[in-house]
């Protein structure tokens, strides 16, 4: 699959925009820590499974440490280096 | 011998009969005996005139199933193993068995029988929305609703077309907050009394633990269910990271993700609302019942 991180934060901009609202992500910049921007863990369950979803992938299943991966950067680049991978 | 033939002399001589429980909880499907001997199912109390034939939709490894025939043979009434959804609307059966949610596939196909003059749900809760979409496919049919399960055989019959059963119905029974106790063996199934009448809550081993909150998705199920533009739907818990479990709600119906979405917030706490996904088709299981946990 062609995806970039470019892309990849494009869709991740998308995907939260969705749930928290354009306002809120447009206020949210890459490096932004999500718990202290008020993303809480089932928001950000809920990104990865819209991810899931967007790009047919089984991301939710990854045996990685995932409270390393708590901004929007973090979270682009694990992602794609995952669809890269894939 | 085919399985229905051994069905049949199992309980013409009242031998001992090896069925299967649902398994909806864990997927996993207990093997359980049941004496046909000692067990004869007496909530059945149907005027049916001996010409009919009973359709039946159940698993043949299920109690439901069982019951169906042993009624049937019992009462010397023709019956028909159903294999296809069309086959309710040929107008060669006029009892028809199944399970609600098989009731709920059959309505989507917004057809009508009105030769039937039965409709028996078994094997899972029937909602109202369920009973009301029934009477819409079946308009002359009466509806029954039974409580039943393998370990015990049938408990109760309600045939006035609402939810719940009658409070007289469980008078015998001890209901806890977290099972009912029915002739000495416990049930984990949790019931509700309100106004005169028990609503089922589902069973306390299908509760999920969501971010450190416990939420029952039979009742999350049943409150989407009876939201207008859904037409049927299933929640079913996966184990993820973070937040160790979380609820996904499968819908067919004319809402969109976004707008139902949207009346969940308003409606429920953000720890209830499952992720949403937008389906053609609810799967049951072998039984005809909904798979709400997936492993």
Redesign the interface.
């Known amino acids: 699959m062609s995806v970039d991180m470019n892309i990849i934060m494009d869709s991740l901009h998308k995907i939260i925009s969705d749930i928290k609202g354009q306002e809120f992500a447009a206020k949210l910049s890459d490096n932004d820590i999500f718990s202290l921007v008020g993303i809480d863990s089932i928001d950000y369950v809920e990104i990865m499974v819209n991810f899931e979803e967007l790009y047919s992938c089984d991301i939710l299943s990854l045996e990685i440490d995932w409270s390393e991966i708590n901004t929007k950067t973090k979270l682009g680049e694990m992602l794609c280096n995952y669809i890269i991978r894939k | 011998m085919s399985k229905i033939e051994k069905i049949v002399k199992a309980i013409r001589e009242k031998e001992t009969l090896f069925l299967k429980t649902s398994g909806t909880s864990t997927g996993d499907r207990k093997d359980i005996s049941v004496d046909l001997g000692s067990r004869y199912s007496s909530v059945r109390r149907l005027e049916l005139d001996k010409t009919y034939t009973v359709g039946f939709l159940y698993n043949l490894d299920s109690w439901a199933s069982v019951s169906t025939i042993s009624f049937c043979v019992k009462n010397n009434i023709n019956f028909v193993k159903i294999t296809n959804y069309e086959q309710c609307f040929d107008g060669s059966v006029h009892h028809l068995c199944m399970t609600p949610s098989q009731m709920l596939n059959i309505s989507l196909t917004n057809k009508q029988n009105l030769s039937v003059r039965q409709v028996t749900l078994g094997g899972e809760y029937a909602t109202q929305s369920v009973i009301d979409k029934c009477k819409t496919t079946f308009p002359n049919a009466r509806v029954t609703h039974v409580y039943a399960a393998t370990e015990v055989g049938d408990i109760c019959a309600v045939s006035d077309g609402l939810e719940g059963i009658p409070q007289h119905k469980f008078k015998d029974y001890q209901i806890l907050e977290d099972k009912i106790i029915i002739n000495g063996v416990e049930l984990s199934d949790m019931w509700q009394l309100k106004d005169g009448r028990y609503y089922f809550l589902g069973r306390a081993d299908h509760r999920v633990n969501?971010?450190g909150n416990l939420v029952n998705p039979v009742e999350l199920e049943k409150i989407i269910q009876n939201l207008p533009g859904v037409e049927n739907c299933v929640i079913y818990s996966k184990r993820?990271?973070?937040?160790g479990n979380?609820l996904?709600l499968k819908y067919i119906g004319s809402i969109e993700k976004?707008e139902l979405k949207s009346i969940l917030q308003r409606k429920l706490n953000?720890?209830q609302i499952p992720?949403i996904?937008k389906g053609n088709l609810i799967e049951t299981n072998s039984n005809g019942k909904k798979i709400r946990v997936f492993k």
């Open positions: 969501i971010a993820v990271p973070i937040i979380a996904f976004a953000k720890f992720f996904k």
